[in-house]
T-cell receptor, first 110, second 114 residues
């Protein structure tokens, strides 16, 4: 079946640290992959996406590369800020159905 | 920049009351969804719709009902609220004509049933 597995949190980092949140997936067909971010008290916002193998999605300093060979879509940022504190969700769409990971909470401390 | 709107943002209500959570979108999307988000953050699909007059149950059993009389409007109703319904409810939409279309989410309704 189709599923998304992402790194369990919570994750706590100091400001300017390097961030990686791991995401792997299982999917039939040719899924598109997404990262969403949820700030406290808000809904989910699309952070970045990639629609085919080797595509790199990027936004606001975050990046993720669609790796078909390892079925992964890890989220990275070179230098996190306090304002990046949020919950991050990895997701895929295949066959017009969405599948979400369980979310990873990130807290960045000054 | 959200084009999908949920009201109310917060609701505290007593057990046994009937409530309707409103969701509207201005993007003309045919497909709409309701998710329930538990305190552990995980999202559970409770209802979705392919378009007007279409409603389907999602993966998580829910005592709520939905209707889709207009493309832009997808309200969720609880006939008799209980404390177990306390949760965050997120509405979303997507364009099924675009194979890679992401979900667009509203800001959610945080419901507390006392």
């Amino acid at each position: 079946g189709n599923s998304v597995t992402q790194m369990e949190g919570p994750v706590t980092l100091s400001e300017e640290a390097f961030l990686t949140i791991n995401c792997t997936y299982t999917a039939t067909g040719y899924p598109s992959l997404f990262w969403y971010v949820q700030y406290p008290g808000e809904g989910l916002q699309l952070l970045l996406k990639a629609t085919k193998a080797d595509d790199k999605g990027s936004n606001k300093g975050f990046e993720a590369t669609y790796r078909k060979e390892t079925t992964s879509f890890h989220l990275e940022k070179g230098s996190v800020q306090v304002s990046d504190s949020a919950v991050y969700f990895c997701a895929l769409i295949t066959g017009n159905q969405f599948y979400f990971g369980t979310g990873t909470s990130l807290t960045v401390i000054p | 920049e959200a084009d999908i709107y949920q009201t109310p943002r917060y609701l505290v209500i007593g057990t046994g009351k009937k409530i309707t959570l409103e969701c509207s979108q201005t993007m003309g999307h045919d497909k709409m969804y309701w998710y329930q988000q538990d305190p552990g953050m995980e999202l559970h699909l409770i209802h979705y719709s392919y378009g007007v007059n279409s409603t389907e149950k999602g993966d998580l059993s829910s005592e709520s009902t939905v209707s889709r009389i207009r493309t832009e409007h997808f309200p969720l109703t609880l006939e008799s609220a209980r404390p177990s319904h306390t949760s965050q409810y997120l509405c979303a939409s997507s364009d099924p004509a675009d194979y890679n279309s992401p979900l667009h989410f509203g800001n959610g309704t945080r419901l507390t049933v006392t």
